[in-house]
DNA sequence: TCTCACGTGGACCGCGGGGTCCGCATCACT
DNA sequence: AGTGATGCGGACCCCGCGGTCCACGTGAGA
C-alpha cells in the first residue's frame, strides 16, 4: 500500500535543506525555533517546510531521528574494534556530547505529548543493540563494573549529556566533568 | 528608598495562593502552563496574578527562588551535623530529588533570555557557600575524591537530576541511578 | 457604619507563531 | 519547444497566550 511517489528533483533537494537548516537552527537556538527561521536558513518558503513535514513536531521528529540514525550507523563501526574499555568510554563520550543537542528535540516531543517510544523504535533499537554490545564487552574486559545494566546507563548518559550542556561554552570544564561522571562507571575498588 | 508598603491581609493572602499554584502546577505541567491555569489554580483572576507577578517570567524567578531559599535552610541544618561523608551524600540525594523539578524552572528562564546569576544571588550564593563548605568537610574526612571543586560539582548534581527526572516513575531504579551517579565523586583506588 | 483607597476579576487586546492556499515557476516527458 | 503535472513561496488566517484595564468588591481606619 501507499506507494512511495518518486519525487521530483528539486523537491528531493529542498527536503534535504529543509532538514539540515533544522538541524543547525534548532541546535543554535533551541527548539523555540520558529518555522519560519527554519525556512530561511533553508533558503525556502514556509509553504515548502510545511509540505515536506505537516507539522512543526513532525520536523522535529525527523531531525532526531536522522541523527540517531546517522550516530547508530558511527557506533556500529567503532562497536567492531577491540580494546573493549577504550572503545567504551569514547563511545559515551560521544554519544554524550551528540545528545547535548539531541536531547532537546526529546524534550520537545515529550513537552507536546508525542509518545516518544513510538517513531524511534527503528533506529533506536538499533542503538540500543549496540550499546548492549558495547556494554557488556567492556565488562567482560573488567574495564566497567558488572552491576550495570543498560537501563541504568541511559540514565547516566543522559544526565551527563545534561551536565555538560549546563557547562556549555567551557570545554575544558565540560571534559572534566564528563570525564568525572563517566568515573561512575569504572570498576570500584572491591569488584 | 522604596519603602516596602504594608500590603493588606487579603492581598498577601492571594499572593502566596498563586506562588503555592505556580509551584504545584508548573510542577505538574511544566513551565510552558498557562498563566491562566495557575491562576484557576490558586482560585484568583488572571489579574490579580499579574498584579503580584508583573510578568510570567517573574513568577518562575519568584517560585525558584521560594524553593532555593527553603533549601538553603535545611542545607544549613544538615551541614551543621557531623559524620562528613553521609551528610555530604545525604545532601547532594536530597538536593537532587529537589532539582529534578528546580532545573525547569532555570532552563525556563535562560531560554527567556533572563540572566539568571543575577536574582538568585542571594539565596543562591548562600546554597553555594553551605555546598563548599559541605564538600571540603566531606573531602577532609576522605569521603569524597580530593580532585573535584564546587564548580565540577554543579555540573555532576545537575546530571544527576536530569536523569533522575528521566527515569521518573520508577523510584527503585532512580534510587539506583542516582547512587551510581555520585558515585563517581567517591574517591578512587589510587587517590 | 461610613468611606474610600486598595485590591480583585475577567473581558478584552495585540502579537507572535503554526499552518493553509493558490497563483506562479519549474521540472520532466515528448 | 510544448505542455501538463508537480512543487514553490509567502501573504494570509486563526488561535492561544501574555499582559492590560476598569467597573466592582472588600478591608480597615474613623
Given at each position: ?67 540517531v540514525?546517522r550516530f547508530a550507523?558511527e ?23 551528540m ?93
Amino acid at each position: 500500500m501507499t506507494e512511495p511517489k518518486p519525487l521530483r528533483a528539486d523537491a528531493r533537494r529542498n527536503r534535504a535543506r529543509v532538514l539540515d537548516a533544522a538541524e543547525v537552527v534548532f541546535a543554535a537556538k533551541g527548539t523555540s525555533a520558529t518555522t519560519e527561521e527554519v525556512a530561511r536558513e533553508a533558503g525556502v518558503g514556509v509553504g515548502t517546510l510545511f509540505r515536506h513535514f505537516p507539522t512543526k513536531e513532525a520536523l522535529l521528529e525527523a531531525v532526531l531521528f536522522d541523527r540517531v540514525r546517522r550516530f547508530a550507523d558511527e557506533a556500529e563501526l567503532v562497536a567492531a574494534a577491540d580494546k573493549p574499555g577504550e572503545v567504551f568510554y569514547t563511545f559515551l563520550t560521544s554519544w554524550v556530547e551528540m545528545s547535548s543537542a539531541k536531547n532537546a528535540y526529546g524534550d520537545a516531543l515529550a513537552a507536546a505529548g508525542v509518545e516518544i517510544p513510538k517513531p524511534p523504535s527503528i533506529a533506536g533499537i538499533r542503538v540500543l543493540e549496540t550499546l548492549a554490545t558495547v556494554l557488556s564487552r567492556a565488562q567482560d574486559a573488567g574495564a566497567v563494573r558488572k552491576d550495570i545494566s543498560v537501563d541504568e546507563l541511559i540514565p547516566v548518559i543522559i544526565g551527563a549529556s545534561r551536565a555538560a550542556e549546563h557547562v556549555g561554552g567551557d570545554t575544558e570544564l565540560r571534559d572534566r566533568t564528563i570525564s568525572v561522571m563517566l568515573d561512575s562507571l569504572r570498576p570500584r575498588v572491591g569488584s
